[in-house]
């Protein structure tokens, strides 16, 4: 599909639930620096896949404090960080992702967002008007109510085997095609 001149990919990373994934029902404990994403590789991998430049927006809860290594690693990976607070129990990042995908809709913009979550259902729903729309995540953990955003033209891309953002193998348990299969991964 040609894209339009001037059109962007927006990358908006839902970084605490790509985290939470990967630690809690991937590893089984908390990740390792060399475990992590390379972000990097998602930027490339976006540009690399619509054709077009991609602008990341990395969105993060603080509390009191920043992460500033965190924060600066970012910066020099080309994403912008945006650390957000608010009350005990809100979903300060959730919001803050609904209401830029909201604001994508008065654009001309193509989305990709990193992560499961199936809050933004609603929101990647309406975007999904003709302009390309992905999800970025680990496929069998991705909210199921996605799979229906499909026909309105909703991409799907793993972050580990289609945008190869890991140094590792993660030895997740998944669907092979018999032409991907190697026994000595097994063995």
């Not at 891309?157 to 097994?186: C, M, Q, S």
Request: aromatic content about 10%; overall charge negative; proline content about 6%.
């Amino acid at each position: 599909m040609d894209q339009e001149a001037g059109r962007t990919t927006y990358v908006l990373v839902d970084g605490e639930n790509i985290d939470a994934t990967l630690g809690t029902s991937i590893l089984g404990r908390r990740p390792q620096p060399e475990e992590r994403p390379r972000w990097d590789r998602l930027l490339k991998f976006a540009e690399a896949e619509w054709a077009q430049p991609a602008k990341g927006l990395f969105f993060l809860a603080t509390n009191s404090e920043l992460p500033m290594s965190f924060i600066q690693a970012l910066m020099a990976l080309g994403y912008k960080p945006i650390p957000l607070s608010g009350g005990p129990h809100e979903k300060v990042v959730d919001i803050a992702i609904q209401r830029t995908i909201e604001a994508l809709q008065d654009r001309e913009d193509d989305l990709m967002l990193v992560s499961h979550d199936g809050d933004f259902l609603p929101q990647l729903e309406e975007l999904c008007d003709g302009r390309r729309v992905g999800l970025v995540a680990f496929r069998e953990f991705r909210n199921a109510g996605f799979v229906a955003l499909a026909d309105q033209g909703l991409e799907f891309f793993d972050l580990e085997y289609d945008v190869g953002a890991f140094n590792t193998n993660l030895k997740r348990i998944r669907i092979i095609p018999i032409e991907e299969f190697n026994p000595a991964d097994f063995l």
